[in-house]
């Protein structure tokens, strides 16, 4: 379901229903309480709450029983408009709603307590059921029995700061989901279940991927343990090399530029909250740099261009720093110090939509490469009343060609009418994990501010300097994050090829471990990663430990396997493969590693 269908649909109006009716719970628990956000989100709902006290999973049973109650007595949702200085009399005992009245009614807020650009809202809306009353657009469903009470369920406590924002006072989030059925919950719950097992941060600690120290090192920022550094490094070995196949010129770039730079680019002025802090070197202002593109651009200038010389396709796998608030960092997929995929495409107009084409079909490649085979996409299109950089015709134009190229892959897609930003439209990427979630990676995105900015051209066939198109592209999104999503697509099992260790020989005794060491020596040399587990472990916890690091290939060697000159293969799924000659294994193990495939 799109996002605009999900918050026109009966599942949105009945969780933002059950959140109001949570909300009216908690504070018959706590009269005193305050107030602060309440939205329906994918698969649930949530609200944040400013409380005398800590909440304990015990409060968590006695709101969801009074929240029964509620439902089963069939009040009905109702809403009326109201004027800023009448929402501000219903809530004057709440400060996060008069804060947010005063966002919205200047335009400076949305209903979600984030930073807008929006227009100015004199006229706001109220929801009332019962005794609660809350600032709210909804919608909602008629009434509260229109609530299956068997399909709610509270599911834990967060805590989260007020707008997201370090600075502002820690609030207690309640997350809960409400489902139609209680069928649909209970699917829901078994899908919650999984997605626990495969979480990133778990698997991360015990597979000794990588960690994170927000004390010591700070938060947001990633250490990459060498198994978790291995896997990257094979991730963007591959990739590279694709790359370089299909194009493009590998360009590197330093961390840090001058404020004059920023300032051309427009980052300065637009982007200055989300850069880290400037840095002083002989009376000039340095930045971390936030993005790779400024650098690109740099390179394109360094040299005149010709007609001929395009496309140029710039790729970089570039470190890039941006500040995020504490309380929206979440291990390896909303990080501080971050490495993109990156690649800017310059070229004539005329070309624009063929390198629509190559640059989508190669991000599909390289993402089926990696086992991801459900795609739908979106795609944003000019604003509609704010200023949008760049003529008319020049945006339709650019549309045209993704949406073009959008259906010649047949995935399905979505259009965002007005939703691009104002520099130029762009196609999202979302691909499906293994357990059905979404996940948005590619973007392709249309500038038509910074070649301007920058004053960028080439020399046309006519002998005249023309102004190239611009491209940019991020494929995998940023390593860190693309890495947590793999983690818990493949639940830690990763395919052969991008397995740290692929293998590992299990000596039954001490006698077989000369002979356990001689086969991972032929399987390095084959090039294939192989350890030997010489310590005193019995064979049982020996192939236990090696399932738990989801090892794909523990190979047995007693006396039978050294006298026969082979190894008995067992699979971490559990599959005994029995004895199988040392050539005939390393050949299966190449072959499953050439393929990218698993076991």
Same mark, same amino acid.
């Given at each position: 379901m799109s996002r605009s269908d999900y918050a026109e649909s009966h599942l949105y109006r009945l969780r933002h229903s059950a959140a109001h009716v949570m909300a009216q719970a908690v504070l018959e628990m706590f009269p005193g309480g305050?107030?602060?956000?309440?939205?329906?989100?994918?698969?649930?709902?949530?609200?944040?709450?400013?409380?005398?006290?800590?909440?304990?999973?015990?409060?968590?049973?006695?709101?969801?029983?009074? $929240?029964?109650?509620?439902?089963?007595?069939?009040?009905?949702? $109702?809403?009326?408009?109201?004027?800023?200085?009448?929402?501000?009399?219903?809530?004057?005992?709440?400060?996060?709603?008069?804060?947010?009245?005063?966002?919205?009614?200047?335009?400076?807020?949305?209903?979600?307590?984030?930073?807008?650009?929006?227009?100015? %809202?004199?006229?706001?809306?109220?929801?009332?059921?019962?005794?609660?009353?809350?600032?709210?657009?909804?919608?909602?469903?008629?009434?509260?029995? &229109?609530?299956?009470?068997?399909?709610?369920?509270?599911?834990?406590?967060?805590?989260?700061?007020?707008?997201?924002?370090?600075?502002? *006072? $820690?609030? &207690?989030?309640?997350?809960?989901?409400?489902?139609?059925?209680?069928?649909?919950?209970?699917?829901?719950?078994?899908?919650?279940?999984?997605?626990?097992?495969?979480?990133?941060?778990?698997?991360?600690? %015990?597979?000794?991927?990588?960690?994170?120290?927000?004390?010591?090192?700070?938060?947001?920022?990633?250490?990459?343990?060498?198994?978790?550094?291995?896997?990257?490094?094979?991730?963007?070995?591959?990739?590279?090399?694709?790359?370089?196949?299909?194009?493009?010129?590998?360009?590197?770039?330093?961390?840090?530029?001058?404020?004059?730079?920023?300032?051309?680019?427009?980052?300065?002025?637009?982007?200055?909250?989300?850069?880290?802090? *400037? $840095?002083?070197?002989?009376? %000039?202002?340095?930045?971390?740099?936030?993005?790779?593109?400024?650098?690109?651009?740099?390179?394109?200038?360094?040299?005149?261009?010709?007609?001929?010389?395009?496309?140029?396709?710039?790729?970089e796998w570039g470190t890039v720093y941006r500040y995020e608030r504490s309380g929206v960092l979440h291990g390896l997929l909303r990080v501080r110090g971050f490495t993109q995929d990156d690649a800017h495409h310059f070229c004539r107009p005329d070309q624009m939509p063929s390198e629509i084409d190559f640059v989508l079909n190669f991000s599909l490649h390289l993402l089926r490469s990696f086992g991801f085979d459900e795609f739908s996409a979106y795609l944003s299109t000019r604003p509609g009343e704010r200023k949008a950089v760049g003529d008319v015709q020049q945006w339709r134009a650019a549309e045209g060609a993704l949406e073009e190229a959008l259906k010649r892959t047949g995935i399905p897609y979505e259009i965002d009418e007005g939703g691009g930003a104002f520099y130029g439209p762009k196609i999202d990427l979302k691909v499906k994990d293994a357990i059905n979630r979404e996940w948005q990676l590619t973007t392709i995105q249309f500038d038509f501010n910074l070649p301007e900015r920058f004053d960028l051209t080439y020399m046309g066939e006519d002998g005249q300097p023309h102004r190239p198109y611009m491209v940019h592209r991020a494929l995998l999104g940023s390593m860190e994050r693309f890495f947590g999503i793999l983690i818990e697509h493949y639940g830690g099992a990763f395919p052969v090829w991008l397995a740290p260790v692929q293998a590992i020989l299990i000596p039954i005794a001490d006698r077989h471990v000369t002979y356990a060491r001689e086969v991972a020596a032929q399987m390095k040399a084959a090039g294939l990663r192989a350890l030997v587990d010489d310590g005193s472990d019995r064979m049982a916890n020996k192939i236990r430990k090696a399932q738990e690091q989801k090892i794909p290939y523990m190979l047995v060697v007693g006396d039978r396997e050294v006298q026969a000159g082979a190894v008995a293969v067992r699979l971490r799924s559990g599959q005994d493969l029995g004895p199988k000659p040392i050539d005939e294994l390393i050949a299966m193990v190449r072959e499953a590693v050439a393929s990218r495939g698993s076991v």
């Amino acid at each position: 379901m799109s996002r605009s269908d999900y918050a026109e649909s009966h599942l949105y109006r009945l969780r933002h229903s059950a959140a109001h009716v949570m909300a009216q719970a908690v504070l018959e628990m706590f009269p005193g309480g305050k107030l602060a956000i309440g939205p329906a989100i994918e698969d649930g709902f949530y609200y944040d709450f400013d409380l005398p006290r800590s909440l304990t999973p015990d409060d968590l049973v006695a709101i969801e029983k009074r $929240m029964r109650e509620i439902i089963a007595a069939d009040h009905k949702f $109702m809403r009326r408009e109201v004027t800023a200085e009448e929402a501000c009399r219903i809530f004057a005992d709440q400060p996060y709603k008069l804060e947010l009245i005063e966002g919205l009614v200047s335009g400076s807020l949305d209903e979600d307590g984030e930073s807008s650009a929006g227009e100015a %809202q004199p006229t706001l809306t109220t929801y009332r059921h019962d005794n609660f009353e809350d600032l709210c657009r909804g919608p909602h469903l008629d009434s509260t029995g &229109q609530i299956n009470p068997d399909g709610v369920k509270l599911l834990r406590i967060a805590g989260a700061y007020w707008r997201g924002d370090e600075r502002n *006072p $820690m609030l &207690q989030r309640i997350y809960g989901t409400a489902w139609e059925t209680a069928e649909d919950l209970e699917d829901y719950l078994k899908r919650l279940a999984e997605a626990e097992k495969r979480d990133h941060r778990r698997l991360g600690t %015990q597979l000794d991927l990588f960690s994170i120290h927000p004390d010591q090192l700070g938060g947001g920022l990633i250490l990459w343990h060498p198994k978790g550094a291995l896997i990257r490094h094979l991730v963007e070995d591959f990739c590279k090399r694709e790359h370089l196949a299909n194009g493009y010129e590998l360009v590197y770039s330093p961390h840090i530029g001058r404020s004059a730079l920023w300032e051309t680019s427009g980052h300065l002025g637009y982007y200055r909250e989300n850069m880290y802090a *400037p $840095m002083e070197i002989e009376g %000039q202002q340095y930045y971390l740099k936030p993005m790779n593109c400024p650098f690109h651009i740099l390179i394109y200038k360094s040299a005149l261009r010709s007609y001929r010389d395009l496309p140029l396709r710039f790729a970089e796998w570039g470190t890039v720093y941006r500040y995020e608030r504490s309380g929206v960092l979440h291990g390896l997929l909303r990080v501080r110090g971050f490495t993109q995929d990156d690649a800017h495409h310059f070229c004539r107009p005329d070309q624009m939509p063929s390198e629509i084409d190559f640059v989508l079909n190669f991000s599909l490649h390289l993402l089926r490469s990696f086992g991801f085979d459900e795609f739908s996409a979106y795609l944003s299109t000019r604003p509609g009343e704010r200023k949008a950089v760049g003529d008319v015709q020049q945006w339709r134009a650019a549309e045209g060609a993704l949406e073009e190229a959008l259906k010649r892959t047949g995935i399905p897609y979505e259009i965002d009418e007005g939703g691009g930003a104002f520099y130029g439209p762009k196609i999202d990427l979302k691909v499906k994990d293994a357990i059905n979630r979404e996940w948005q990676l590619t973007t392709i995105q249309f500038d038509f501010n910074l070649p301007e900015r920058f004053d960028l051209t080439y020399m046309g066939e006519d002998g005249q300097p023309h102004r190239p198109y611009m491209v940019h592209r991020a494929l995998l999104g940023s390593m860190e994050r693309f890495f947590g999503i793999l983690i818990e697509h493949y639940g830690g099992a990763f395919p052969v090829w991008l397995a740290p260790v692929q293998a590992i020989l299990i000596p039954i005794a001490d006698r077989h471990v000369t002979y356990a060491r001689e086969v991972a020596a032929q399987m390095k040399a084959a090039g294939l990663r192989a350890l030997v587990d010489d310590g005193s472990d019995r064979m049982a916890n020996k192939i236990r430990k090696a399932q738990e690091q989801k090892i794909p290939y523990m190979l047995v060697v007693g006396d039978r396997e050294v006298q026969a000159g082979a190894v008995a293969v067992r699979l971490r799924s559990g599959q005994d493969l029995g004895p199988k000659p040392i050539d005939e294994l390393i050949a299966m193990v190449r072959e499953a590693v050439a393929s990218r495939g698993s076991v």
